[in-house]
């Protein structure tokens, strides 16, 4: 059950074998979900720990595209998954594994999101649940959902990346199973994200991706390359990677050309989900980011705030901070000419609305407070 090579100390990643798929039509007539690719998932699917994950709307936002600059915009909704996150795309496959190398239980760090889905699915697995998260940076939201779901919940005096320090030397000690994205199982689930957009889409798109600790932009990618390997996808798509200004060591390591991630020792912004200054898996997205010729670029809170609003008010789609991040990014992108406006563009949007639900996010458009009665209605809406 290891995470990282024994020689080289980077995390293993997980490749599959010879897999023999005569076209899209070996799927087409499943269900729309993650194990709808059940071939290419190499853990074994008769054993399936699910919860309907995966197959999420892909909305196209005719106004948002305006807005953004940009010729043709889709919104990979990944809020309608069964705990509200991406995150359980991987727990359905990460779980899975877990029962097969007969696991007792399972452990993450969390800024909310991996703790609300694990809960849930080792809930649904019989396993038990230790999730360590912030204490005092983790969303109302997401808290209740992982309390919800029978999780015992530590809260760490320090940030995401003082979690995660602990749960990696605590597992084996207490003898949990690993689920945050440095188990390479659990990016496996992730990556049917790819083969959902690639089904509807094709390649000829731009994928933005709001990046945090960097396993979901390396897992979408990957997820191309194992289709255009099989001859499924005659191109690839362009991953742009988004990060908060307050958070931004893996845009800063792609921007400066480096090779070496430097840590945020303190990061901050509104978007907690990717509220991470040491993000693991910074090599893969590195790959992803530079095999698709893509492109990184950080947003304030204040561009993130006016993202989730655009997102609301002109598609009513609800996201929390993170999730608009992507909007956020292409906006930014699309005023400095450094994304294709005329080629399609699919904003990944991580997390639903009611994950953050903080009301300082949204200043009232327009609110009155009235009497019961008419009168006192109609004088009040005369005056606005």
């Keep these: 059950m290891g995470y990282v090579c024994e020689r080289c100390g980077d995390l293993l990643d997980v490749v599959i074998g010879d897999v023999e798929v005569d076209g899209w039509e070996r799927f087409r007539g499943r269900e729309w979900g993650v194990w709808r690719y059940r071939e290419l998932l190499p853990v074994d699917h008769t054993r399936k720990v699910s919860i309907r994950e995966g197959g999420t709307p892909l909305i196209p936002c005719p106004k948002l595209a305006e807005w953004v600059g940009v010729k043709e915009l889709y919104v990979k909704f990944e809020g309608a998954n069964p705990t509200g996150s991406f995150k359980d795309r991987g727990m359905t496959v990460g779980v899975t594994k877990a029962l097969e190398f007969g696991a007792r239980g399972v452990i993450c760090a969390s800024t909310g999101n991996t703790a609300a889905s694990l809960a849930a699915y080792a809930a649904r697995a019989g396993l038990r649940c230790l999730v360590a998260v912030p204490e005092g940076a983790i969303a109302l939201g997401k808290l209740l959902q992982a309390i919800a779901h029978g999780a015992l919940v530590v809260k760490v005096q320090g940030n995401f ?22 188990n390479p199982w659990r990016l496996e689930g992730q990556k049917t994200l790819a083969f959902e957009l690639a089904e509807e889409l094709g390649h000829d798109i731009q994928v933005a991706v709001p990046v945090g600790n960097c396993g979901n932009i390396s897992a979408i ?4 390359k194992e289709l255009h390997q099989l001859g499924l996808l005659d191109g690839l798509p ?54 698709s010729e893509g492109v990184v670029e950080t947003v ?55 994950k953050d639900p903080n009301p300082e996010l949204f200043h009232p458009y327009m609110e009155i407070t009235v009497k019961p009665e008419l009168d006192d209605l109609m004088e009040k809406l005369s005056h606005l």
Aim: hydrophobic residues 45%; contains cysteine.
């Design 161 to 182: 990346d003082d979690a995660l320090s602990l749960v990696m030397e605590a597992a084996s000690r207490l003898g949990l199973y690993i689920l945050n994205s440095l």
């Design 221 to 224: 990618w990957k997820g191309f």
């Design 238 to 291: 362009r991953m742009i990677g988004i990060q908060a200004e307050g958070a931004p060591p893996f845009a800063e390591l792609v921007k400066n050309g480096g090779d070496v991630l430097k840590p945020v020792e303190n990061p901050e912004t509104i978007a907690t989900a990717i509220r991470i200054g040491r993000p693991v898996n910074w090599k893969k997205a590195l790959r992803a980011v530079r095999e």
């Design 300 to 354: 304030s809170d204040e561009e993130i705030m006016d993202a989730q609003k655009a997102l609301a008010r002109l598609e009513g789609i609800g996201v929390e901070p993170a999730s608009a991040a992507s909007v956020a990014g292409v906006k930014k992108l699309s005023e400095l000419g450094e994304i294709e406006k005329d080629r399609r563009i699919v904003c990944v949007c991580t997390g639903h609305l009611l």
